[in-house]
C-alpha cells in the first residue's frame, strides 16, 4: 500500500530557518540546520535502502508559493506567495510504499525525532493513504 506521509510548517517557520527569530520560533543556527538535514538524509537513505522510498521532498517556502483558484465570477485568479489567513502548510512529504499502517506509523514516529532548536513548536506527521483507484473516496 503506497501513503503519502507529510509534515507541516508555517511561514514563520521557514523565516525562524533562515535565521529570523520570531514570537512562533526561535532563530535556527547553521548548526540547527546542519542537523535536520543529516536526520532527513539518513531516513531518506535508510527508506530506500528498505526498498519503502517512492519519493520524497522538502518544499520551498511559501514566499514561492503560486495559488491558482477561479473568483466569485468564475474568472481565474493568480496570486503569488500564501494567503494570509493560512496558518500551516505543507513543508514537505514522502511517498513511501508500506507493508501496513503500522509500518508507516513507525515511520511517522521516526520523522517526530528531528532534531529542532528548543522551543520551536512541534506538528503532527500526516498519514494519507494514496487510493490506487477503486478504494475509499
Not at 75 to 81: F, K, Q
Request: glycine share 10%; hydrophobic share 35%.
Amino acid at each position: 500500500m503506497k501513503y503519502l506521509v507529510m509534515v507541516q510548517g508555517s511561514k514563520a517557520d521557514y523565516d525562524a530557518m533562515s535565521g529570523q527569530a520570531n514570537e512562533h520560533s526561535p532563530a535556527w543556527s547553521e548548526k540547527d540546520l546542519q542537523a535536520m538535514y543529516a536526520f532527513m538524509t539518513d531516513l531518506n537513505n535508510d527508506l530506500a535502502e528498505s526498498g519503502e522510498m517512492v519519493d520524497g521532498q522538502g518544499l520551498t517556502s511559501p514566499a514561492q508559493q503560486r495559488s491558482v483558484f477561479r473568483g466569485a465570477d468564475g474568472r481565474v485568479v493568480v496570486t503569488d506567495g500564501p494567503y494570509s489567513e493560512t496558518k500551516e502548510l505543507l513543508a514537505g512529504y514522502w511517498v513511501l510504499d508500506c507493508e501496513s499502517v503500522e509500518r508507516v506509523t513507525e515511520i511517522a514516529e521516526k520523522i517526530t525525532e528531528c532534531p529542532q532548536p528548543e522551543g520551536a513548536p512541534f506538528y503532527p506527521v500526516i498519514i494519507r493513504p494514496i487510493d490506487s483507484g477503486g478504494g475509499d473516496v
